[in-house]
């Protein structure tokens, strides 16, 4: 299921009111109530330390549509064939039997701030001490002349958690010799800046082992440069000669507009007519973070890098993709490192527990090749007013053949890892 802007609009706004003051401490009151909203890694992962670590002593719910989380990180190499669909879901079952948190299976409409209360799709009213807000992202349709959510049935995106994945799987599979994938790819700020690159070496991968002839991938990109560039250009020429050509706006003049009913994207330089096109289009905070007054004029949420709470509103944490994270780059692994330090400032809140200083991790793994794998990563900490880089890496062209391989078990190691730490 998508999180579309229908679902959440309505009463959101309505229910939204301004709170600029941080709540009375609720030590020793009976049970302190944490409500979080967006079961991903950010909310799963709050949700699940603060209720591990305070053993009980605070009341966790975690509202979530979804019945089982499909991670959009690995999602490209299930599209590339190196996964299938049932390693990416994973079930909220062993949070609600491990650790006693509540599972709301419904959206959440609304916040009021001022009561301190959110409002679920059925009309149950949650009260919380402290509520963290983890929506992920919304997708802005209209930044595509074109583009709009029905539009999305032909030309899928595939950049939210749930059925587009496979939606665009079955119709990457049936591409047949000669076809055309034509993709665009976003502006920054959005999600998983490797994806959309990582996702061409997939889709180019599955054309060649699977011995369709001809294919070809052009990325109409609204960016002058993109993630791991450096990298993945080489590789596509040693791995995937002429087969992935990137266009930026410099040479492509710009998307005027896209039609999904004969796959076609017109730009000032050239129409293409396409046998897929898959549109990733520009990106804001979950829509309820933005409808809740919780996003300023860049469509993200502003927080304070020493604990992850709200610029707009100190009762309330926003972590994961709707967040504003200074020099952390918006993924999974940024989401958990961020939802750590969120817990532990919530459980000091709330149970008196001790807090240390935040400090942050993140690396993006991308699969190119089979056995062919680059990353790039950071240490992070607050400072300057945001989260900042304290040092990091990138992989390098020149990298043996076996350190690629190497970075693949280290992948795959990791997913293994950080759902088994989100989800159990
Ligand atoms: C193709 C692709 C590849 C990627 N690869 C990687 C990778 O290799 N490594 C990596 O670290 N990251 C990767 N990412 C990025 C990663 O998936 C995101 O950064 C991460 O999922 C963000 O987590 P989140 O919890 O903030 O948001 P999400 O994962 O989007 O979770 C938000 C949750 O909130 C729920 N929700 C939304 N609105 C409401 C509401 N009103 N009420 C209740 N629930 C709501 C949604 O159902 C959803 O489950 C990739 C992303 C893509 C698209």
Known sequence: MDITRRSVLGSAAAFAVAGLTR???????????????????????????????????VDVTLVEPLKQYETCFFSNLYLGGFRDLSSILHSYDRLVANYGIKIQQQFALGIDRDKREVKLADGTVLPYDRLVVTPGV??????????????????????????????LKVMIDAIPDGGLVVMLAPPNPYRCPPGPYERASMMAHLFTATGRKACRIMIVDAKEKFSKQGVFQPAWEKHYPGMIEWLPPSIHGGVKSVDAATNTVVTDFETYKATLVNVIPAQTAGQIAVDTGLANETGFCPIDPANMTSKMDANIYVVGDSCIPGDMPKSAFAANSQAKVAAMSIRGELTGARTFPARYTNTCWSLIEAD????????????DGKIKETGGFVSQPADAADLRKQNFAESQGWYAGITADIFS
Request: proline share 9%; with cysteine.
């Open 372 to 383: 062919d794998c680059v990353k790039v990563g950071g240490t992070y900490e607050p400072a």
């Open 138 to 167: 919304s997708l802005k349709y209209g930044s595509v002349p074109g583009y709009s959510e029905a539009a999305a049935q032909k030309m899928p995106h595939a950049w939210l958690p749930g059925a587009q994945t496979q939606q």
């Open 23 to 57: 709540a009375p401490a609720v030590l020793g009151q009976a049970k302190p109530r944490l409500v979080v909203i967006g079961g991903g890694p950010a909310g799963a992962t709050v949700a699940k330390y603060v209720a591990k670590d305070s053993q009980g002593a």
